[in-house]
């Protein structure tokens, strides 16, 4: 079985595109926060964009399974024997949602043996998409205008580092000492990897946990702009292939340097 991104990537953004409306339309009006169980916050927006993106996905492709946040209860053996899947966060940022800051995004990857082949990230506030899908590079749509965008190919001084708002930690903070003169900026949800990808920024180095579904598409987007995601042993990131759906540590990065991984040990 194979899929055409190039057929694909379009029909995918405008859904996303759909998605974020339905959650914006919960952003401008009063709205309940529940929490799951790992005291991670929920909200009225996260099943809507759910529900919509799920069901466009299937019309779209209804052989391949969809992996979320919303439905990640499948049993690991079964779910590992997937070849092709969708992964997909119908909000990535909530904690910026709540705040009201813009800083959150609908996230959908399709991937392929491990590989995110296609993946589009939308943010409903700003009313920005990126979108990238294996041959076809990377590409910002923004205010009705589509650009070709590109990781860094060389390094800046000081060095441009972006990381979480709402998850900084002191790993950080290690990562940031040995770097050197830098310059720090705090964005929410994937567009971390959006900023790497469209050369705003060098580097974003993630010390702390993360599920499948808040990387996948954000990865796509920076390895097709000519960037990296690599694990602390300097191999790219994979999905599906563990019993966990939570992302080991890794460092998202412009091909600007030869080993971004040595800075974090």
């Known amino acids: 079985m194979t899929h055409s ?27 309940a926060i529940e929490h799951k169980e790992d005291d991670s916050p929920l909200t009225e927006a996260d099943l809507r964009s759910h529900h919509i993106l799920e069901a466009g996905l299937k019309a779209l492709l209804p052989e391949v399974p969809v992996l979320s946040e919303e439905s990640a209860s499948v049993a690991p053996a079964l779910r590992r024997a997937w070849d092709w899947l969708w992964v997909v966060d119908p909000l990535d940022g909530t904690r910026e949602f709540i705040k009201r800051n813009g800083e ?12 995110p082949l296609l993946g589009v990230v939308h943010a409903p506030a700003l009313d920005l998409d990126y979108c990238a899908a294996a041959g076809l590079g990377a590409q910002r749509h923004r205010g009705g205008a589509c650009e070709v965008i590109h990781a860094a190919t060389g390094l800046v001084t000081p060095l441009r580092v972006v990381g979480s708002r709402s998850h900084r930690g002191s790993s950080l903070d290690g990562f940031l000492e040995r770097a050197g ?24 180095p993630r010390l702390g946990p993360t599920s499948e579904w808040d990387t996948a598409a954000g990865q796509c987007v920076l390895e097709q702009a000519g960037g990296r995601v690599l694990e602390l042993n300097g191999e790219p990131m994979l999905y599906n292939q563990r019993d966990t759906l939570l992302n080991p540590n890794f460092i998202a990065c412009s091909a600007a340097a030869n080993d971004w991984t040595a800075w974090l040990s």
């Not at 379009?10 to 914006?24: K, Q, S, T």
């Not at 003169?181 to 050369?199: P, R, T, Y």
Request: glycine share 6%.
């Open 5 to 31: 991104a190039e057929t694909l990537l379009e029909p995918v953004r405008l859904l996303c595109r759909e998605a974020g409306r339905a959650i914006m339309e919960v952003y401008a009006s009063p709205f």
């Open 104 to 115: 959150f995004t609908v996230n959908v990857a399709l991937v392929h043996q491990g590989r």
């Open 181 to 204: 003169e830098h310059e720090l900026v705090a964005v929410g949800s994937s567009l971390k990897f959006c900023m790497v990808a469209e050369g705003a920024a060098d580097v974003y």
